[in-house]
């Protein structure tokens, strides 16, 4: 980990404020991606890349707040227009702190993984290696060029070559690279195939074998398992969740969308309560009951990761409008959240979840959220068909999103 007794001396750089904010979303992006490899690999490496973004997401808040401070001086008036931007610095600032906990749980849990590891078929987009084998047609081509989210509707998150972990976008992939992969189970699948990955999933970075903390073969220990399952990934599902629709309520100055981002805050205080009564009674059955610290430490970063997005929620509840700012550096992100309702003549209408994952129709989007009639649904199961006049907010890259809304409303781009 990195030590916190040497003292970094911080240099003073200006930013716009419109920059400042359009990386410190992209940061907490990529943080998400990195804190949970981390704790599924059991890789502290990646936890200390986490630590290092949270580092520079800290001088971010500072350099958002002085420019404001330098700059702005229009009395009240002025300064209720830059509230979102200072709460918004203050809480991107809030959950990278989580996060980075949440990928220091391999120092306090070097079996953490083990855990992890058991819920991946649980999880909506789960995190997996992926081998880059001989013949795969992405050898010799650069990263950046193959459009992992556009057009295989997956997430590069790092590339491991030789006991190094690399994360530039311009690395060029070699056969032998282990690839970092999220994305939903099909797609992995494919994109798994493409990299003429035969072997079976496995997380373990390095061939070695460990003895596993938790005998789910014990009837016991796996029924608590089980019920530990649902309510540990509905946890960290929500709060990721959280995050997305609190950025999407600021950037469309959405009131229904923030109050329900307060109703899944106190969603998420009762799953906690159930959560850690469950994780006590598994107490009693493991061997180490030490080696439960750090699940629940990661449930606890989850929780304060949920109060941040509330909190910005709060803003538009409170009648806080998103300044133009804020909207200027959202739309200039690596992804953009965009919205738009299904017409009579979509190519989304009747068709399944499950349908839409193809990349005809996905272009790397995901849809974060959907409103019908008076109703916002946030999780989709694979047989849930999608109706004309269903409004769809998607995240997604920006080099598709103009393709991506073109499916949704082809009446629009007439």
Avoid at 115 to 134: G, H, M, T
Wanted: hydrophobic share 40%; charged share 30%; glycine share 4%.
């Amino acid at each position: 980990m990195v030590q916190k007794g040497l003292k970094k001396k911080f240099k003073y750089k200006p930013l716009s404020l419109k920059d400042i904010l359009r990386e410190m979303k992209q940061n907490i992006d990529l943080m998400i991606d990195l804190a949970y490899s981390a704790i599924k690999f059991g890789d502290k490496q990646l936890a200390d890349e986490a630590y290092k973004m949270e580092g520079r997401i800290h001088e971010l808040s500072f350099l958002l707040n002085l420019q404001i401070i330098l700059t702005q001086a229009g009395g009240f008036k002025q300064a209720k227009k830059l509230e979102p931007i200072v709460v918004m610095g203050y809480c991107i600032d809030k959950i990278s702190d989580a996060l980075a906990d949440i990928a220091r749980v391999v120092y306090i849990n070097n079996d953490i993984s083990q855990f992890a590891q058991l819920f991946w078929d649980y999880v909506p987009e789960p995190i997996v290696k992926l081998i880059v084998s001989q013949n795969c047609d992405f050898i010799g081509k650069l990263r950046k060029d193959i459009h992992f989210r556009s057009k295989l509707g997956v997430d590069l998150i790092a590339i491991r070559r030789s006991n190094q972990w690399l994360f530039n976008k311009d690395e060029t992939i070699l056969s032998g690279d282990t690839l970092i992969i999220k994305g939903e189970r099909e797609l992995l699948t494919k994109v798994k195939s493409a990299c003429k990955d035969d072997y079976p999933i496995s997380f373990n970075l390095d061939e070695k074998e460990r003895e596993n903390e938790f005998d789910i073969s014990d009837p016991e220990i796996y029924d608590k398992f089980k019920e530990l399952k649902k309510t540990y990934v509905q946890i960290t599902d929500i709060s990721e969740t959280m995050i997305e629709l609190s950025f999407s309520s600021l950037f469309f100055n959405n009131y229904e969308l923030a109050e329900d981002i307060l109703e899944m805050e106190e969603l998420m205080d009762g799953l906690n309560i159930a959560f850690e009564k469950d994780l006590l009674d598994l107490a009693h059955l493991v061997k180490n009951p030490r080696t439960l610290t750090g699940i629940m430490r990661i449930v606890f970063s989850c929780e304060l990761i949920s109060d941040a997005a509330a909190n910005l929620a709060e803003n538009i509840i409170k009648g806080f409008n998103a300044h133009r700012i804020l909207q200027k550096a959202f739309a200039e992100t690596s992804e953009i959240v965009v919205r738009e309702i299904l017409s009579e003549d979509s190519y989304f209408k009747g068709k399944s979840y499950s349908e839409l994952q193809d990349s005809r129709y996905k272009r790397g989007f995901h849809i974060i959220a959907l409103k019908r009639k008076d109703k916002w649904i946030y999780s989709f199961k694979s047989e849930f068909i999608f109706e004309q006049n269903d409004l769809l907010i998607g995240l997604g890259p920006t080099e598709t999103v103009e393709e991506w809304r073109r499916c949704v409303n082809p009446e629009k781009f007439k």
